[in-house]
């Protein structure tokens, strides 16, 4: 029991260090530009985002947009996937400042950083970019409330809500990114709040929601304002939700009108009485989109290809083997596009060369409207024949790229020289013979008696004897006592 015990206090002592690195938080660099932002990010590891507290301030900075990114790798039947979720501060000046020692809360567990000191440098030649903005349309007129005109006053308030498509159509396949904003202008910031919000957005998703559509949805756990300018005017603009579609088929995107009551402040007309504002309400409206969904151009692959902008990058670890000896291939796709529903490029058959399965890596960022990252295939091969095999005649990966509205095929460059002589038994012995002979090296081959099974029976029911007797010897003997 002491030993167990024992057992059990080690196993605890290290198990809980590993557990903590499931969640950490990362630091951007100590030296920052003035027109570079400075990060914050948390780090999930094979866990789901479920919550978290809101990033921390830091004196000389002003929050700016937020951004997510995950990564997939699949290694020997095994997969890890990385979540993680980068908050951008931008430097209001030059200097130096301090990042405070910080707790975050995660997934319900409390993190700590022990903050850094950051430099603020003169800019860079890189410049960074404006945002983006929507087609904006004006909300209908307030609903009434119950007011008390003599004492409070309904002032004119500038907001609206919208929701943003970069599209006006897209091929079946091509990625849709939809945002829904609600714009506020600052001067503007006293008159309006968010009411029973939670609820509200719960209903409004539904009503986006694709049942045709792959969706890819933009993480975030809180909704905090953006600066923009508009004809020249500061707002403030919330993102209240934002996903990248890919339609599965022709049938079009429908997203109904939807609405979102505010609470509507009126001000007092005497700023001497106690309640400066009565409290009111308002609904904005945004209009309604449909979004045409066009079929893929006449292809013998139309059905399966895949859509997006992409690019190959290739990497071989030898260039030239021996014959029977493995090396290794990279194949990886990247560039933009629904790269979740990539499947692993099938080598055509070439005599000589034998690939198997290959490992699986997936590097996703959704930043700034745009999914975007890379997923590599690492096939193992076996020269069994020597020569000189031009990996193009085995890698061929066909996609559809939107933009250009043509097909486009991603083919390998590289050709791998296999040296020496073919040995016949060495090609016997290198054959995969299947599951069933792979774990032989590692089962017992003692030889085991055919009778062992009755024997074991036979002195079985003879202990069963003995336990009986004494079971019924003790019985009697207290019996009689």
Do not use: C
């Amino acid at each position: 029991m002491r030993l167990i015990f024992l057992f059990l206090l080690l196993f605890s002592v290290f198990a809980v260090p590993a557990l903590a690195q499931q969640a950490r938080i990362e630091l951007g660099k100590s030296s920052v530009p003035i027109n570079m932002y400075y990060t914050v990010s948390i780090r999930l590891q094979d866990q789901a985002l479920k919550d978290y507290s809101p990033f921390p301030d830091i004196e000389g900075f002003k929050k700016s947009t937020k951004f997510s990114s995950t990564q997939t790798v699949i290694a020997g039947g095994k997969t890890t996937s990385v979540l993680t979720i980068t908050q951008n501060y931008a430097a209001l000046s030059e200097g130096d400042f301090e990042l405070k020692p910080f707790t975050m809360k995660v997934n319900g567990k409390t993190l700590q950083s022990a903050g850094m000191k950051i430099k603020v440098v003169p800019m860079t030649a890189v410049s960074p970019q404006g945002p983006s903005l929507p087609n904006l349309i004006i909300p209908e007129e307030a609903e009434k409330v119950q007011e008390r005109p003599q004492e409070y006053v309904d002032q004119k308030d500038n907001a609206f809500l919208t929701l943003y498509t970069n599209k006006k159509e897209v091929y079946v396949g091509e990625g849709l990114n939809i945002v829904l904003y609600f714009y506020l202008a600052e001067e503007d910031q006293r008159l309006l709040d968010f009411y029973d919000f939670d609820n509200q957005i719960t209903a409004i998703l539904r009503q986006l929601k694709q049942p045709s559509a792959w969706e890819e949805v933009f993480e975030f756990a809180e909704v905090t304002p953006e600066h923009v300018m508009i004809q020249d005017k500061p707002y403030l603009r919330f993102r209240l939700y934002e996903a990248m579609l890919y339609p599965l088929n022709t049938e079009p995107m429908h997203f109904p009108a939807m609405s979102l009551k505010m609470i509507k402040y009126k001000v007092a007309v005497d700023p001497t009485l106690t309640e400066d504002r009565q409290e009111g309400y308002k609904t904005f409206f945004a209009r309604e989109h449909n979004i045409p969904v066009k079929e893929l151009p006449p292809h013998p692959l139309r059905d399966v290809v895949p859509v997006g902008q992409y690019t190959l990058r290739e990497n071989l670890s030898h260039k030239s083997v021996p014959v029977n000896r493995s090396f290794s291939y990279l194949f990886q796709v990247e560039g933009e596009g629904n790269l979740s529903a990539i499947m692993p490029p099938e080598p055509t058959a070439t005599v000589g060369l034998n690939f198997y399965p290959p490992d699986l890596r997936q590097d996703i960022t959704k930043r700034a409207g745009i999914l975007e990252g890379a997923k590599s295939f690492s096939y193992t091969a076996l020269g069994r024949v020597p020569g000189s095999y031009n990996l193009g005649d085995t890698f061929q990966w066909i996609y559809f790229n939107p933009v250009t509205a043509t097909y486009d095929t991603l083919r390998s460059s590289m050709t791998v020289q296999v040296t020496g002589q073919t040995d016949t038994d060495a090609l016997v012995l290198a054959t995969d013979l299947g599951p069933f002979y792979k774990i032989i090296e590692n089962e017992d081959h003692t030889l085991v008696s055919l009778h062992q099974a009755d024997a074991i029976k036979r002195y079985t029911n003879i202990i069963l004897l003995v336990l009986l007797a004494v079971s019924g010897f003790v019985f009697l003997k207290y019996r009689k006592n």
